[in-house]
């Protein structure tokens, strides 16, 4: 049976020389078989100040920490470490960047829940983490859910941002399903990976001039501005098809 691990980390800062100090994790073996992990770990990078501002680990809290790599869950992680197995996060290439410093080679099937909610909840006004927590109204049953797993929740705190995460992927593998035509849950894994691996033909501006106005519009009455754009900025993936889809 395919298990599935949804996790994150905290770390010292957002540079290519910044390491993980945090990992939050749950491996789902089944519905009544679910391993919660959330570990603390040394590392000989100095966290930023502004990495401390966001999750509020301090150098004293990871002091004497075993080092990432003898941490309990990469132990795991390497133990199931297969394309028939689920490796799932939000916005997962910024994790997986942090895992590959740390010698870790994938080879599971990945799936990012930030890539799939842009597909599957276009109409949202952000599909940051803790925006779609309160708009999908997931705090109402976060709870209840950490119960039963024995977390604590807090925001920008690895575990804490897991649990989230579970209760996000639940949303999207029954919009998946509706959506797709698709009852079993190894059928709908599969959409979720694929649409992780495809662009997104975003809806609207969330920045510049024309921020929260629907980009088909802007594309019908301001052609120049999309041209402009695509030339002269720095744009994500689905920035850049968008304009290429509108442009061309």
Known sequence: MAKYILFDTETTGNEEKDRIIQIGALIVHDKNNIEVFDELCSCEVPISVDAMAVHHITPELIENK?????TKFY???????????????????????????????????????LRCAKHLLADEKSHALQYLRYSLELYKTEMQEAEKLGISIKAHDAIGDVLVMK???SKLVKTAGDNYGKKDIKDIMKVLARLTTEPVLLKIFKFGKYKDRIIE????????YLEWMRKNLELDEDLRYTLDYYIN
């Not at 075993?66 to 003898?70: A, H, L, Q, R, S």
């Not at 519009?217 to 120049?224: G, L, Q, S």
């Open 66 to 70: 075993p080092k990432f790599i003898e």
């Open 75 to 113: 132990k795991e992680l390497q133990k199931y470490n297969s394309n028939e197995n689920f490796l799932i996060a939000h916005n997962i290439s910024f994790d997986l960047e942090m895992l590959k410093k740390e010698g870790f080679n994938n080879h599971y099937t990945i799936i990012d829940t």
């Open 167 to 169: 209760l996000l992927l």
């Open 217 to 224: 519009d802007v594309a019908r009455e301001d052609i120049k």
